[in-house]
């Protein structure tokens, strides 16, 4: 029988804002990835403790107390365990991330992560951004402190100029676009909550321009003035033309009422990066090579 490889487990941390709720309760209601039924064995096998210690399922939970699930280690999923270095100079560090590899733990990812294995590398790497796990393309860290709050307040203060490549599905009749529908967390049937167009959202800016049309499909460069989550596949899908393979968004926006776990499949491919060097001050462009499905047809 073939060895098979776990993680080192993780300790999931919860600060409990509002008490007087037992603690099989609110984590049935709170982390609906599991049912009820899971949540009663986890508490039974002693994985789950309030303030340091095993807990029965009806121990009543306090506002504020911190509540902590000791996941055992598990086997992740298989991804692609690898990444391409585009830029190094002791301040940032840019790489390129293939479609399929998480960029950060989450989702039952923990050492399948791109920044798991940036760090074996560079300890001190810090992310500045993350994308999706189907998107591939330039993400950019920090590696040093100084680097980081530098950069970080440049994006907040939106001097970052951002651009990707998306295959949006249908052929668009205008050569740009400026889409700024807002972007919320919405309920949804199967999956809890997720990110899509919503008019209580918060405020999101894309503009799309059409670089080719094809014969059932148009390849789009998409520059983002914000950051929401799957902001440029809500608002292609809100503009009419939802990703080609994306097994979530719709037209208009929402999130198809069947999806299921799993966010795989788009072609979406963060392309450019225009900053300034946090070092030398100098104006700095940075890019992740193309997809083949995502380049121009007079790109080689």
Do not use: C
Not at 224 to 246: F, N, Y
């Amino acid at each position: 029988m073939a060895n098979v490889t776990l993680n080192r487990g993780y300790a999931y941390t919860t600060r409990i804002q509002r008490g007087g709720v037992g603690v099989l309760d609110f984590l049935s209601a709170e982390f609906r990835h599991s049912g009820r039924d899971e949540w009663a064995a986890r508490i039974e096998r002693g994985e789950v403790e309030v303030g340091g210690v095993r807990v029965e399922a009806g121990h009543t939970l306090l506002a504020g107390d911190e509540l902590v699930w000791h996941r055992p280690p598990w086997r992740e999923e298989d991804v692609p365990l690898h990444f391409e270095v585009l830029r190094e100079d002791g301040e940032l560090l840019a790489v390129n991330k293939p479609s399929g590899l998480p960029t950060v733990p989450g989702g039952g990812f923990l050492e399948h992560t791109l920044l798991s294995l940036v760090r074996r590398q560079w300890p001190t790497a810090s992310p500045l951004h993350r994308l999706g796990r189907g998107t591939s393309g330039l993400v950019l860290f920090a590696l040093t402190p100084t680097a980081r709050a530098a950069l970080l307040a440049d994006w907040r203060d939106r001097r970052v100029g951002k651009v990707y490549r998306a295959l949006g599905t249908g052929v668009a009749g205008a050569d740009e676009y400026g889409i700024t529908v807002p972007i919320g967390p919405v309920p949804h049937n199967r999956l809890g909550t997720v990110y899509a167009a919503s008019a209580g959202g918060k405020p999101a800016q894309s503009r799309a321009r059409v670089l080719e049309r094809r014969g059932d499909s148009t390849l789009f460069a998409v520059e983002i003035e914000t950051g929401r989550p799957h902001q440029i596949r809500i608002h292609l899908a809100a503009a009419g033309w939802p990703l080609v393979g994306d097994p979530l968004y719709e037209v208009g926006g929402a999130a198809r009422p069947d999806a299921l776990p799993g966010d795989l499949g788009y072609h979406l491919h963060a392309h450019t990066l225009r900053l300034t060097h946090p070092r030398s001050g100098e104006a700095t462009e940075l890019r992740a090579p193309l997809p083949q499905a995502l380049r121009r047809s007079d790109e080689t």
